[in-house]
């Protein structure tokens, strides 16, 4: 994901309007990021960096939000049972994300370190993450 401060310049802002431009014209519809760039005559780059501003864009202005799965590729204005999907497929990233760091980073450092204060603090606030995204996840 690009910078904040990449997402934020002038160029992004561009690249993102573009871009709705783009996924409006197609809607309902998506499009797969090849058809992206092809279709905005942009660089893959300028894509990535246009669909970060355009999702803090659409946040900020109260837009239809900007959803992706593997079936459609990139949407605008998705319907309910479209945005449930996606929130559900980025929970479940997140919380393989978080198991792996856990079982690959902070567990053995715990077992390296019992005793330390700091290890015991991120590991009750880690297990406690987990285990509310484990929640989200299968509810």
């Known amino acids: 994901m690009p910078r904040a401060?990449?997402?934020?310049?002038?160029?992004?802002r561009r690249h993102a309007d573009t871009l709705r431009f783009v996924l409006f014209e197609a809607r309902p519809a998506g499009l797969e990021f090849p058809q992206l760039v092809r279709a905005s005559d942009l660089s893959p780059s300028q894509v990535r960096s246009g669909l970060a501003a355009l999702k803090d864009e659409a946040a900020e202005r109260g837009w239809p939000p900007l959803t992706w799965n593997r079936a459609t590729g990139y949407q605008l204005g998705a319907e309910r049972a479209v945005l449930e999907a996606y929130e559900r497929a980025v929970v479940r990233e997140k919380l393989t994300e978080f198991r792996r760091f856990i079982t690959g980073t902070v567990a053995p450092h715990a077992a390296a370190?019992?005793?330390?204060?700091?290890?015991?603090?991120?590991?009750?606030?880690?297990?406690?993450?987990?285990?509310?995204?484990d929640l989200i996840a299968s509810s």
Not at 6 to 12: F, I, K, Q, T, V
Not at 120 to 130: C, D, G, M
Request: proline share 3%; hydrophobic share 35%; no cysteine.
């Open 113 to 133: 370190h019992p005793g330390d204060k700091w290890v015991k603090h991120i590991v009750a606030q880690l297990n406690s993450i987990e285990s509310t995204l």
């Open 5 to 12: 401060s990449r997402r934020r310049g002038d160029a992004a």
